[in-house]
T-cell receptor, first 113, second 114 residues
Framework: ETGVTQSPTHLIKTRGQQVTLRCSSQSGHNTVSWYQQALGQGPQFIFQYYREEENGRGNFPPRFSGLQFPNYSSELNVNALELDDSALYLC????????????FGPGTRLTVL | AQKITQTQPGMFVQEKEAVTLDCTYDTSDQSYGLFWYKQPSSGEMIFLIYQGSYDEQNATEGRYSLNFQKARKSANLVISASQLGDSAMYFCARPSGGSYIPTFGRGTSLIVHP
């Protein structure tokens, strides 16, 4: 059974740039959730994709967008990067939405300069 | 919006002793259970334990147990026989709203010393 993987591990961007983060869900899972974890904080829910459709969204602006592919892997795109976007971005996969245990990936550390 | 409070920014415990990490929530909706996660310095969130709101007995998973007190809106994590590898950040999380979106607390840093 393959666990949740994320790429890249680390990323450095400058303000105004765009970034794409990737997540491969655990085998058999059809749901991917994305979280932003700023330093010293708990993760904050960005959005969730279930069977390629957005299935819930947290309090993040539209420049945070996502995609889920037929194999249930997912991308998080952030446009017009701001300094406050610097954080650890975690994805979590699960089966059938929020009602089941989520398995987290190792995260992508994004630094915006 | 629901607020999850972890009042202990940092905790220290001696190896082999038990430690209790606090977590409270502020909503009156008692429909949802509560999760605890461990986050080592590597960054990955590791699921530890979950208890549903209608479970009558407190959940246990190996050395982890959950002390869920709905009347007090608290769900504390008890780690028995602490090990050096237990040193990490610990987060509690609880779903809210009809879509079950989880809200996380700010975490408690646990350090186990020999």
């Amino acid at each position: 059974e393959t666990g949740v993987t994320q790429s890249p591990t680390h990323l450095i961007k400058t303000r105004g740039q765009q970034v794409t983060l990737r997540c491969s869900s655990q085998s058999g899972h059809n749901t991917v959730s994305w979280y932003q974890q700023a330093l010293g904080q708990g993760p904050q829910f960005i959005f969730q994709y279930y069977r390629e459709e957005e299935n819930g969204r947290g309090n993040f602006p539209p420049r945070f967008s996502g995609l889920q592919f037929p194999n249930y892997s997912s991308e998080l795109n952030v446009n017009a990067l701001e300094l406050d976007d610097s954080a650890l971005y975690l994805c979590a996969s699960s089966l059938d939405g929020f009602n089941n245990e989520q398995f987290f990936g190792p995260g992508t550390r994004l630094t915006v300069l | 919006a629901q607020k999850i409070t972890q009042t202990q920014p940092g905790m220290f415990v001696q190896e082999k002793e038990a430690v209790t990490l606090d977590c409270t929530y502020d909503t009156s909706d008692q429909s949802y259970g509560l999760f605890w996660y461990k986050q080592p310095s590597s960054g990955e969130m590791i699921f530890l334990i979950y208890q549903g709101s209608y479970d009558e007995q407190n959940a246990t998973e190996g050395r982890y147990s959950l002390n869920f007190q709905k009347a007090r809106k608290s769900a504390n994590l008890v780690i028995s026989a602490s090990q050096l590898g237990d040193s990490a950040m610990y987060f509690c999380a609880r779903p809210s709203g009809g879509s079950y979106i989880p809200t996380f607390g700010r975490g408690t840093s646990l350090i186990v010393h020999p």
